[in-house]
């Protein structure tokens, strides 16, 4: 969640639409993102419940290299800008 504001906050645009749509229906950037993070927190826990492990690794995989690409995104920008 932190490094998406942080990603938004260098400048970038949101590229999935669903989070998009939610960052753009609320007031405050943080409720849309937090909106998001707890659907999908309820969809893993739902998964967990009913045994798809497998699942959840896969996607945690996948969300952790948003996270590096997020990172590696600002710390470029970063040092573009000085």
């Known amino acids: 969640m932190v490094t998406t504001v942080l ?3 260098a400048g970038a645009e ?8 939610a ?4 007031a405050h950037p943080w409720l849309g993102l ?3 993070k707890i659907i ?8 967990w ?7 959840l690794v ?3 995989r996948f969300f952790a290299c948003i996270v590096a690409w997020n990172i590696i995104a600002v710390t470029m920008s970063m040092i573009q800008w000085s």
């Open 7 to 9: 990603f938004l906050s």
């Open 49 to 55: 419940r009913i045994g798809k492990g497998t699942v």
């Open 40 to 47: 999908a927190f309820a969809i893993a826990f739902y998964c």
């Open 14 to 21: 949101e590229a999935n639409p669903f989070v998009n749509l």
């Open 34 to 36: 937090l909106l998001v």
């Open 58 to 60: 896969r996607a945690n």
């Open 23 to 26: 960052l753009r229906s609320v």
